[in-house]
């Protein structure tokens, strides 16, 4: 049974377009965030949610907007998607807010905007 | 900010140990964690110390904690052909409800037969 699982896995786009990642876990987990990997594997947060409530915005443009509709769900809306998208975005969950927590990660999003 | 900076390439024969660095600049950083991605995949948590350790041994695993220099280190022993991956060292203050992890760049460890 996958604990932490993203849709879909690859994602290919052209600039300009509007797209959306989905990410569901079934840990029960209070805390989920996105991540997103540059080509060079750099890993930088992005957003974090805690029991559907906004907790980490970082300098992210605000053509990503994410939305929990319920704790087990956080998804990724991307509009008019640029070259410099095109990273693998993941998805992870913790039971906690706090740094303490072990963070599971999802399979992660190949997204490529041409 | 808290800035965490790993070498990017390490490249051991197969069975000796192999010796990830790193280095973190914030000294309240309570929370410490190796976190390991295999191609295509997530990261996944290997092990973890508290700031109040110097050393946690785990099976094939060893980290080292100095705290005066802010460095931690991952040694893996008898290396094999499946620890090739990318392994990121991992910060985290540990003392606020919105903490966030700040990763390292990532260490690729590639084995040699």
């Known amino acids: 049974d996958t604990a932490v699982s993203q849709t879909p896995k690859y994602l290919v786009t052209q600039m300009g377009n509007d797209k959306s990642i989905k990410c569901e876990q079934n840990l029960g987990h209070d805390t989920m965030y996105w991540y997103k990997q540059d080509s060079k594997k750099f890993l930088k947060i992005m957003f974090s949610?805690?029991?559907?409530?906004?907790?980490i915005n970082e300098t992210v443009p605000n053509r990503f907007s994410p939305k929990s509709p319920d704790k087990a769900h956080l998804n990724l809306h991307i509009n008019s998607l640029e070259l410099g998208d095109s990273a693998v975005y993941f998805c992870a969950s913790s039971q906690g807010a706090a740094g303490s927590y072990e963070q599971y990660f999802g399979p992660g999003t190949r997204l490529t905007v041409t | 900010g808290e800035d965490v900076e790993q070498s990017l390439f390490l490249s051991v024969r197969e069975g000796d140990s192999s010796v990830i660095n790193c280095t973190y600049t914030d000294s309240s950083s309570t929370y410490l964690y190796w976190y390991k991605q295999e191609p295509g995949a997530g990261l996944q948590l290997l092990t973890y110390?508290?700031?109040?350790?110097d050393m946690k041994q785990d099976q094939r695993l060893t980290v080292l904690l100095n705290k005066k220099d802010k460095h931690l280190s991952l040694r893996i022993a008898d290396t094999q052909t499946g620890d090739s991956a990318i392994y990121f060292c991992?910060?985290?203050?540990?003392?606020?409800?919105?903490?966030?992890?700040?990763f390292g760049s990532g260490t690729r460890l590639s084995i040699r037969p």
């Open positions: 949610y805690n029991n559907k409530e906004l907790i």
């Open positions: 110390i508290f700031s109040n350790m």
């Open positions: 991992a910060v985290d203050p540990g003392y606020s409800s919105a903490s966030k992890i700040i």
